[in-house]
């Protein structure tokens, strides 16, 4: 049964950082791009980041280019989305997300989820 558990979530302060992490087990980590989503109440889950199978390659939402930065490490089984310069439009819940895709920014290519992370930023 794949499991994929994020971490990281909390209260920070408009221009603080934070890092989320994903701990996947159940799978075969390395045969999957994985992605980080967020979403608030009343709005479409949108797409942060991704990251391709090997870590080469890594694209963002526009919205959070040059803040927020993908990585994942295969012997782990983990994928971390470190997220700085954080201002209110970030608050969300946060989640990974894996696709035996390529990697894709649409939420219906992946094939499994967590559960997700609370993410609040205060003015």
């Known amino acids: 049964q794949v499991h994929l558990v994020e971490s990281g979530g909390g209260l920070v302060q408009a221009g603080g950082s934070l890092r989320l992490s994903c701990a996947a087990s159940g799978l075969t980590f390395g045969n999957y791009a994985m992605g980080w989503f967020r979403q608030v109440p009343g709005k479409e889950r949108e797409f942060v980041a991704g990251i391709n199978r090997s870590g080469l390659s890594t694209y963002y939402a526009d919205s959070v280019k040059g803040r927020f930065t993908i990585s994942r490490d295969n012997i782990k089984n983990t994928v971390t989305l470190q997220m700085n310069s954080l201002n209110v439009e970030d608050a969300a819940v946060y989640y990974c997300?894996?696709?035996?895709?390529?990697?894709?920014?649409?939420?219906?290519?992946?094939?499994?989820w967590g559960q997700g992370t609370q993410v609040t930023v205060s003015s």
């Open positions: 997300a894996a696709t035996s895709y390529s990697g894709s920014p649409s939420p219906r290519l992946y094939d499994y």
